[in-house]
């Protein structure tokens, strides 16, 4: 780790523990909204997203109001909020999976909040009931602020990305799953049914998720020295993986079945936007050539109405 820049520098080795707890508090948090929301398509109701001081659930609807819950990296809480007025907070400090969840349990409780769900998390493995997680136990206070920041960038830049795209187009959110950042684009044609396969987790969970011919970027704390952005397409089309991809750095991997770009070779250049920028429009153009999508009718310019804000704005 070393001292903050626009693209903060962590190498994943230094933080793997307090990545693997901040993972497993994140589920307990997306439960919890997964709980009082209703079903969106691929999930979308679930999410977390990046907020200016962490992450956050942003408004979930309880009764005839609602509240919010949001990891703050800058304070290191866990502030839960209600429309009622009170709110709460939990410390970010290095406690057991289980000493959180009671904690947070106990602050929703004190709030009149008690939302029932599947109490052990999903995608991983072994996946070890919340209440009895004493294995995951680390908190580092740095790390956790630099990956938020880290997640800062993606996200801007990410969401940038996406204004290109007036298509069918998730946000730019955060899976609790596999705690990754994701953007995923749509052809409007519908996929077939996915095998599923993810540990911990029901094979439907995937049917819903890949239900459409999709193309998704996104980021994660792994898969290079620092993290690693990714880029694949459900289905994969033929001629998806020789697609040639920008920048210098970028691979596709047979193992993991998509393009890889590691953070570091973001971070390192001069123009680290730019390079991911880069990266995510030839990954998208390796699906939406190849698989031959609409593209006239899904891309636009964002500037579009530049001209008419200007003067009426």
Known sequence: MTEQKA??????????????TL????????????AHTPLLNHWWQVTLYISPRGFTTSAIPHGSGAYDIEFDFVDHVLRIRSSDGPSREVK???IS???FYAQTMDALGGLGI????QTRPNEVEPSIPFAEDHTHASYDAEAAHLFWRQLLQANRVMGEFRSHFVGKVSPVHLFWGALDLAC????????PAHPGGAPNCGDWVMVEGYSHELSSCGFWPGGGEEGA???YAYPEPPG???????PDGAYYSQENGQFLLPYEAVADTADPDTALMNFLQTTYEAAAIHAKWDREALEDNPDRWNTQRQVTG
């Open 229 to 231: 952005f990714y880029a």
């Open 92 to 94: 970010l400090e290095p």
């Open 240 to 246: 998806f993986a020789d697609h040639p991809v920008l």
């Open 97 to 99: 999976v289980a000493d």
């Open 23 to 34: 993972h497993m508090w994140t589920q307990i948090i997306g439960k919890i909204r997964l």
């Open 7 to 20: 693209w903060p520098r962590l190498r994943v080795a230094d933080w793997t523990d307090t990545r693997d």
């Open 184 to 191: 995923t684009r749509f052809s409007g044609r519908p996929a």
């Open 114 to 117: 008690r939302p029932r769900f």
